[in-house]
């Protein structure tokens, strides 16, 4: 006697349901099944209706590496990102993935440590030999002029944060730091210094020259700055000099991580925020709201240029033509604690 499979521990191989499965139960050809899952326009509301319900039915779901057989599309979306544990990346990276599920995209991230111009091209052509139908970008300091000239020229490509290459998708780097140096001016002080990004980075140059036209605009010295880099570790060692200068009232650092450094170099020199000195950052990080003081800074809004990135990306796709437009997301100043009025001389 034969023991049933279940009293043997056999495995049982459960075979999934097919395109022809569902055809012959939505009572159509499997050719239009195969229509309806590629999104055919020539396909009635009625049918439409009759093979979704049977896939359901059915538990179908349409196999991904068949489809991009039958359409010529892998329906996956390329990123290739410097440094996606900086807070700025990496919150675009986010939104860029979501944004492509809701879209029915993949996505594939290739996260450089060390970004050049040769790294970020064979990171274009190893996600072009996968098959992808475009490409987002996000560069960090390598110049851009250099970087796309070896993008492949038959992908549909969008780069983050870039001055002169289309299409793109930035934020406006220049217009919230100078409104952060006129909210400071406005308060009453006389002047205010500047903690810089590393230069190389567009983001950097940018928001140094918003806080230098704010001064020169209102009159007011400008004064040298110290080079340093994202880390709260350079906001800290550039923070103990200036909290060694009494005259000095008001510091605009160049991210929220410089102004967590800042914060702490002015604490430890007995130097108070904001009675002593006024400190704003930039990017609105979610901890900079439970600093001490919580930080005015400028919010970037990282999830509406994630949305666009992918937006502008599957219009080339779909319209099979390289995009001319440049959308620039614009910032917010955010006022808490860490700002106020000079201290009365």
Known sequence: ????????????????????????????????????????????????????????QLDFR???????LATGRSRTLGVVSFDATLFGPASMISEIERCAREADYFTSVIALQSASQRSISAAAERLRGQGVDGLIVIPGHVPLTQTT????????????????????????????PKAATRYLLDLGHRTVHHLPGPMSWLEARERARGWRDALTE???????????????????????????????????AANDQNALGVLRALHEAGRRVPDD???????????????????????????????SSVSLLLEQIESG?????????STELVSRSSAGRPPTR
């Not at 349409?62 to 991009?68: L, M, V």
């Not at 000239?149 to 919230?176: C, F, I, K, R």
């Not at 033509?321 to 959308?327: E, F, G, N, P, V």
């Open 149 to 176: 000239q070896h993008l492949p020229a038959d992908l549909p490509v969008v780069v983050m944060e870039s001055e002169t290459v289309v299409p793109s998708v930035g934020v406006d780097q220049y217009t919230g």
């Open 277 to 307: 000195v006024s400190v704003i950052g930039f990017d609105n990080i979610p901890e900079a709201a439970y600093f001490i003081p919580p930080l005015t800074t400028i919010r970037q809004d990282f999830a509406a240029v994630g949305r």
């Open 1 to 56: 006697m034969t023991a049933d499979p279940e009293e043997r521990g056999d495995a049982r191989v459960t075979t999934r349901p097919g395109l022809r499965d569902v055809a012959r139960l939505a009572g159509v050809s499997h050719q239009t099944v195969s229509r309806v899952f590629q999104g055919h326009p020539r396909v009635t509301a009625e049918t439409r209706a009759k093979v979704l319900a049977a896939a359901a």
């Open 62 to 68: 349409p196999n991904a590496f068949a489809r991009a």
């Open 218 to 252: 209102a009159g007011a010295p400008v004064p040298p700055t110290i080079p340093g880099d994202w880390s709260a570790g350079s906001g800290y060692d550039r923070g103990l000099l200036l909290a060694a200068d009494p005259d000095i009232t008001a510091i605009f």
């Open 321 to 329: 033509r390289r995009s001319d437009k440049k959308i620039i997301i």
